[in-house]
């Protein structure tokens, strides 16, 4: 689950919290969109370093502010698709806890790495204001 109030990710599984996460969330001109989603795919990224950080969890949402993303996308080149909503790192730590995204969720390096390991595609993610 992702709270978009508290700006943080939890993960429970049979009521057992394995994962909490402080995350970065949409600027308001680009807001994280909410609702019930799962995950898509797991993307590793060509260029761990990168805007998008080492992995992105891809889910079936789409920004609602965004007709495209600028720049480069998970696996390192250009990006001219559909704004995909995912949950991913970043190169820019101290983004985390604040409304400084295109909408994506954006977790610590170490946070998403975890997250990747914890959660298959088809995983269910809520987003909640």
């Not at 990224?45 to 949402?61: E, Q």
């Not at 170490?110 to 809520?126: E, F, H, M, N, S």
Request: glycine share 10%.
């Amino acid at each position: 689950m992702i709270s978009l109030t508290d700006r943080s990710l939890r993960v429970v599984e049979a009521g057992q919290e394995l994962l909490t996460a402080p995350i970065s969330v949409g600027r308001p001109s680009s807001p994280t969109p909410t609702g019930s989603f799962y995950v898509t795919d797991i993307v590793p990224s060509a260029n761990p370093a990168g805007g998008y950080g080492p992995v992105a969890l891809a889910l079936n949402g789409y920004s609602e502010a965004m007709d495209t993303f600028g720049g480069e996308n998970a696996e390192g080149t250009p990006d001219s698709l559909a704004p995909v909503l995912a949950v991913h790192g970043t190169n820019k730590p101290d983004s985390i806890g604040r409304a400084a995204s295109n909408g994506c969720p954006r977790l610590f390096n170490q946070d998403i790495l975890k997250l990747a390991a914890l959660v298959p595609a088809g995983t269910p993610v809520a987003i909640w204001p």
